[in-house]
């Protein structure tokens, strides 16, 4: 390795010699790679400190993440702020979630629209297991929230239902982002 090249040069270089097969499988499995270190992280601070401790270790996390995972996304998509629901539903095609689960977009407008989740990669593993739902509103009103504002900041974000609120068998979670006047 020549002394100029950094650490990850060689690994991208691989990368360029896959073909398209090959590159959906890696981005696949590094977004199951990605949240399966998310549930790990959670479990082992739930293990420590309680459930409420990692619930807002979890929320505080996702505070930030979500926002550099809006601002990453906008940037590869050319996605300026402020771009309206449009730019918020192609924004959420693309996060890693989206790559896992199973969403959808109803009563969709320029000024509004409806998110669910249909399949949770997590909920579904807890539900095979025989587990009650995950409580993920709390963290899921931040995380859905800054995600939102990031793409632009005059979106409003309201939770539907997300565990542990009821559901209807149909999805998960539901949120509507609404464009603020």
Not at 59 to 84: N, P
Not at 113 to 138: E, I, N, W, Y
Not at 142 to 155: L, M, Q
Request: overall charge neutral; charged content about 30%.
């Amino acid at each position: 390795m020549k002394s100029e090249e950094r650490t990850g040069d060689e690994g991208v270089k691989l990368l360029h010699k896959l073909s398209k097969e090959d590159l959906i499988k890696i981005i696949i499995d590094d977004a199951k790679n990605w949240l399966a270190h998310d549930g790990v992280w959670f479990q082992a601070v739930e293990k420590r400190y309680g459930m409420d401790a990692a619930v807002d270790a979890d929320t505080e996390a996702w505070r930030y993440f979500t926002v550099i995972e809006a601002k990453r996304i906008m940037e590869r998509l050319g996605i300026k702020a402020g771009g309206g629901i449009p730019a918020l539903i192609e924004c959420l095609k693309h996060r890693f979630y989206a790559r896992l689960n199973l969403q959808d977009f109803i009563e969709q407008s320029d000024t509004r629209v409806v998110f669910r989740m249909l399949d949770c990669r997590v909920q579904s593993a807890r539900k095979r297991k025989g587990l009650a739902d995950h409580p993920c509103k709390t963290v899921g009103i931040v995380e859905y929230g800054e995600f939102a504002k990031t793409v632009d900041s005059r979106i409003a974000t309201r939770c539907i239902a997300c565990p542990p609120d009821l559901h209807p068998e149909e999805f998960w979670c539901a949120w509507e982002f609404s464009l603020r006047q």
